[in-house]
């Protein structure tokens, strides 16, 4: 009982807070006026009028700002918590395979060579992700096909290390002016390009996702028990690893690709939803997605109403994660790790 008052608690938190952030900004416009365009794009309705500004920035820059937002959000809470129970490890989060490393690479590279394509932009970051995991994939792979989670994780560290290196030689020939810019701004995460455009492919991809993972995530609790005994309990380890691992490269390969890397979040919310409810993971899971979303949108609402001049969303995930992960770790000795 107590679970299913906390999901509607924290789904009818987040459904308020999104209703905030559309008139939350450096242009304020009413609740009544946010209520009066929602209702008419819902279902369909002449739109009010309200002028072309107001309803312009609520419904083509806001809404679909707002949604992407809270998929990346719930995408990098859920995949968090399944990284850290995978790899039966509580300080790692969702970029441990290299993929945020790989897709900066990516982003690097087509801001330097095609500086004018946002399409290029996002197909090389997808891709630069992509090519990072399964480098980390054949670093970690053994004679015998088994890949160990400690070799997975040093087949990350090396891969992020050379993609780092890599990025770096780029960000030293880039152009100061324009391009320099827009390599640093990209890998501190965004969601100022947000449009119903680039948010409906992502929408299309990380929601299915989503819906697994929810689904599955009772096979976590047998799975971070170790691989010896999950395999007594009768399943197959290294396919249900493979299967969440997969899972994680597709959503936040694509969440990466559209804003940016944005940290601290899949670090720190699945220990906040493992306090409140427990270790285990078919409610663990779903709620870091649940306090995954509100994180990144209270974190975006911040960005974009604090100056004029739009802030990096990451740098407010890191100066809100930071603290929070610090709380968790002095908290209680083993408390909230198990």
Same mark, same amino acid.
């Given at each position: 009982?107590?679970?299913?008052?906390?999901?509607? *608690?924290?789904?009818?938190?987040? $459904?308020? *807070?999104?209703?905030?952030?559309?008139?939350?900004?450096?242009? /304020?416009?009413?609740?009544?006026?946010?209520?009066?365009?929602?209702?008419?794009?819902?279902?369909?309705?002449?739109?009010?009028?309200?002028?072309?500004?107001?309803?312009?920035?609520?419904?083509?820059?806001?809404?679909?700002?707002?949604?992407?937002?809270?998929?990346?959000?719930?995408?990098?809470?859920?995949?968090?918590?399944?990284?850290?129970?995978? #790899?039966?490890?509580?300080?790692?989060?969702?970029?441990?395979?290299? =993929?945020?490393?790989?897709?900066?690479?990516? @982003?690097?590279?087509? =801001?330097? #060579?095609?500086?004018?394509?946002?399409?290029?932009?996002?197909?090389?970051? @997808?891709?630069?992700?992509?090519?990072?995991?399964?480098?980390?994939?054949?670093? @970690?792979?053994?004679? %015998?096909?088994?890949?160990?989670?400690?070799?997975?994780?040093?087949?990350?560290?090396?891969?992020?290390?050379?993609?780092?290196?890599?990025?770096? =030689?780029?960000?030293?020939? !880039? %152009?100061? /002016?324009?391009?320099?810019?827009?390599?640093? #701004?990209?890998?501190?995460?965004?969601? /100022?390009? !947000? %449009?119903?455009?680039?948010?409906?492919?992502?929408?299309?991809?990380?929601?299915?996702?989503?819906?697994?993972?929810?689904?599955?995530?009772?096979?976590?609790?047998?799975?971070?028990? &170790?691989?010896?005994?999950?395999?007594?309990?009768?399943?197959?380890?290294?396919?249900?690893?493979?299967?969440?691992? $997969?899972?994680?490269?597709?959503?936040?390969?694509?969440?990466? !690709?559209?804003?940016?890397?944005?940290?601290? =979040?899949?670090?720190?919310?699945?220990?906040?939803?493992?306090?409140?409810?427990?270790?285990?993971?078919?409610?663990?899971?779903?709620?870091?997605?649940?306090?995954?979303?509100?994180?990144?949108?209270?974190?975006?609402?911040?960005?974009?109403?604090?100056?004029?001049?739009?802030?990096?969303? &990451?740098?407010?995930?890191?100066?809100?994660?930071?603290?929070?992960?610090?709380?968790?770790?002095?908290?209680? /000795?083993?408390?909230?790790?198990?």
């Amino acid at each position: 009982m107590k679970k299913t008052w906390v999901f509607i *608690l924290f789904t009818a938190a987040l $459904f308020i *807070l999104a209703y905030i952030s559309l008139h939350v900004g450096n242009y /304020e416009v009413s609740p009544a006026i946010v209520f009066k365009l929602l209702i008419a794009k819902i279902f369909n309705r002449p739109m009010p009028e309200t002028g072309d500004y107001a309803r312009i920035i609520v419904l083509e820059m806001r809404l679909p700002r707002i949604l992407l937002a809270i998929a990346a959000g719930a995408v990098l809470g859920m995949t968090g918590a399944v990284s850290q129970s995978v #790899f039966r490890n509580p300080l790692v989060s969702p970029f441990i395979l290299g =993929i945020s490393s790989g897709a900066s690479l990516g @982003a690097a590279i087509a =801001i330097v #060579f095609f500086s004018s394509s946002m399409l290029a932009l996002d197909a090389f970051a @997808a891709l630069g992700g992509l090519l990072a995991v399964l480098a980390s994939f054949f670093i @970690a792979r053994k004679p %015998d096909g088994t890949m160990p989670r400690l070799s997975l994780v040093l087949g990350g560290v090396i891969v992020s290390s050379f993609a780092s290196s890599l990025v770096g =030689i780029l960000k030293y020939v !880039a %152009d100061s /002016e324009t391009q320099l810019p827009a390599i640093t #701004f990209w890998m501190m995460g965004g969601l /100022e390009s !947000a %449009d119903w455009e680039t948010v409906k492919p992502v929408l299309f991809i990380t929601l299915p996702i989503v819906i697994l993972i929810a689904v599955f995530a009772r096979h976590l609790n047998i799975l971070s028990l &170790g691989d010896k005994e999950a395999a007594f309990l009768g399943m197959s380890p290294e396919k249900w690893k493979m299967f969440f691992i $997969f899972l994680v490269v597709v959503s936040v390969g694509a969440c990466v !690709a559209r804003c940016g890397v944005i940290g601290w =979040i899949g670090l720190v919310v699945p220990h906040m939803a493992r306090a409140i409810l427990g270790a285990e993971h078919s409610s663990s899971v779903p709620l870091s997605g649940l306090l995954g979303a509100g994180f990144l949108l209270i974190s975006d609402n911040i960005a974009r109403s604090i100056t004029t001049a739009e802030l990096p969303v &990451g740098i407010i995930t890191a100066l809100i994660g930071t603290p929070c992960f610090i709380y968790f770790l002095k908290k209680r /000795e083993g408390g909230v790790w198990k």
